[in-house]
């Protein structure tokens, strides 16, 4: 018999999907349902793309004027919707478009573009194997400078910093420990930048407190529930206001049932 393909490794996304519903977690990442992208997931995802042109030109001394961010984001836009078609709804495609834009012109003016800690690595992926946890732990970091994990988030309103350090404080664990094993080195607190596409955009900085000991030992016993209950595939819904938005919700109403199981 195959190894459950969600014990191959750990990242903060499939700890967080784990968390909030065993049972949506199983259909997107031990199954790998597809589900049809949203507007918002889509403008994020080609925001991104043009952040990382951004910095790479930066890193390697290229061009990186506005046009050829903007260009970058409007490629990676074509790009995911021809493979990832997007469910629009009531929303207009164009207006999703300038969404975007216009998010991207809010950094490219602000004074985080002009950053003088140096540059060392843009969208680096990581992987850390070792006695201190049961499987190894995986993570894409959107930028590092010097020792700093940055990580950007598109938000669709102005987020309350005070509850981001937990909301975030998994992604966050993971990359001090990501980054503590590929450097050497301590690392920086982490910061999120918010790009808020409201109607005129806002760029938020936000740098979060330092990982304690208590956060360390609550993450590994986190990492000791996921693998125990993947191994025993012990995988149940989550019902709550969540649902109203998952993709999976007809298939979870269905749980249980013969012909859905597996």
């Not at 918002?40 to 046009?67: C, F, M, R, S, Y």
């Not at 607190?189 to 109607?199: D, G, Q, R, S």
Request: charged fraction near 30%; glycine fraction near 4%; hydrophobic fraction near 35%.
């Amino acid at each position: 018999m195959n190894q459950n393909p969600a014990l191959d490794y750990l990242s903060a996304s499939r700890l967080k999907s784990f968390l909030s519903c065993r049972l949506k977690f199983y259909y997107e990442k031990v199954l790998k349902l597809p589900a049809p992208s949203s507007p918002n997931l889509q403008i994020g995802k080609a925001v991104h793309a043009g952040l990382e042109a951004l910095h790479k030109a930066q890193w390697e001394g290229q061009p990186h004027d506005t046009d050829t961010v903007l260009k970058a984001y409007e490629d990676a836009y074509t790009s995911l919707e021809a493979e990832d078609p997007v469910d629009y709804g009531n929303k207009d495609r164009e207006s999703c478009l300038e969404t975007g834009k216009r998010t991207l012109r809010a950094f490219l003016e602000s004074d985080l573009v002009n950053d003088p800690r140096p540059i060392r690595g843009v969208e680096v992926t990581l992987r850390r194997e070792d006695d201190e946890l049961p499987i190894p732990l995986l993570g894409v970091v959107d930028l590092v400078r010097e020792n700093t994990a940055i990580d950007f988030k598109t938000v669709g309103a102005t987020p309350d910093l005070k509850e981001e350090a937990w909301s975030h404080e998994l992604q966050m664990i993971c990359y001090f420990l990501l980054l503590a094993d590929a450097t050497g080195e301590l690392p920086a607190p982490a910061e999120l930048v918010y790009l808020v596409k409201t109607k005129t955009p806002k760029v938020i900085r936000h740098q979060l407190p330092t990982i304690d000991l208590i956060q360390m030992e609550r993450f590994r016993r986190l990492v000791d529930v996921y693998v125990d209950a993947n191994q025993r595939q012990e995988y149940y819904p989550s019902p709550g206001m969540h649902c109203r938005w998952c993709e999976f919700r007809s298939r979870c109403r269905a749980w249980g049932q013969k012909s859905n199981a597996a």
